[in-house]
T-cell receptor, first 113, second 110 residues
Framework: DAGVIQSPRHEVTEMGQEVTLRCKPI?????LFWYRQTMMRGLELLIY????????DSGMPEDRFSAKMPNASFSTLKIQPSEPRDSAVYFC???????????FGPGTRLTVT | DQQVKQNSPSLSVQEGRISILNCDYT??????FLWYKKYPAEGPTFLIS?????DKNEDGRFTVFLNKSAKHLSLHIVPSQPGDSAVYFCAANGNNDMRFGAGTRLTVKP
């Protein structure tokens, strides 16, 4: 397996624009997680899915953030409208089982100017 | 609300010596703990884990110790190598919750 795949690796956009981050989990994994990493707060869990169903989105900072998982092999994290404070590295991770070790993608570095 | 704390943002160690990374937690319901290592421009990778029924788990140069009464765990790397230079995150699971620490940047000097 190629591991967790994220795209794009880098995204630079202007404030107010819509941003969509994409993730392909490892085949067979039943959990998918979205994280945000910042210098101030470290790794924050935004939302996670089990078998494509959102389970806990309490970490999503605002209504501007939304996530979907239309099938077992694809998920998106959307920010609309984007703001400069959304600038961070966003990671997607997947696992087999809720509390087993997670496999992370390489991350998407988002810069909002 | 930081339920998992890594109080040392950075640590510098000489090659060949022991590296000790610390992690404290506040939620007594956490019962499974993991360490991840992260290199620049890459995602974190799983390193080692420990269940609350144990107080030690060893894998090669890496050993994790758990002190449940103190709500404290530590990762020991011995001997440290320059390739171990990375950011290390601890994570705690339990009671349908999972939290990561903010990370400690380890630098191993040749």
């Amino acid at each position: 397996d190629a591991g967790v795949i994220q795209s794009p690796r880098h995204e630079v956009t202007e404030m107010g624009q819509e941003v969509t981050l994409r993730c392909k989990p490892i085949s067979g994994h039943d959990y998918l997680f979205w994280y945000r990493q910042t210098m101030m707060r470290g790794l924050e869990l935004l939302i996670y899915f089990n078998n494509n169903v959102p389970i806990d989105d309490s970490g999503m900072p605002e209504d501007r953030f939304s996530a979907k998982m239309p099938n077992a092999s694809f998920s998106t994290l959307k920010i609309q409208p984007s703001e400069p404070r959304d600038s961070a590295v966003y990671f997607c991770a997947s696992s087999f089982g809720r509390f087993h070790e997670q496999y992370f993608g390489p991350g998407t570095r988002l810069t909002v100017t | 609300d930081q339920q998992v704390k890594q109080n040392s943002p950075s640590l510098s160690v000489q090659e060949g010596r022991i590296s000790i990374l610390n992690c404290d937690y506040t939620n007594s319901m956490f019962d499974y703990f993991l360490w991840y290592k992260k290199y620049p421009a890459e995602g974190p990778t799983f390193l080692i884990s420990i269940s609350s029924i144990k107080d030690k788990n060893e894998d090669g140069r890496f050993t994790v110790f758990l002190n449940k009464s103190a709500k404290h765990l530590s990762l020991h790397i011995v001997p440290s190598q320059p390739g171990d230079s990375a950011v290390y995150f601890c994570a705690a699971n339990g009671n349908n919750d999972m939290r990561f620490g903010a990370g400690t940047r380890l630098t191993v000097k040749p």
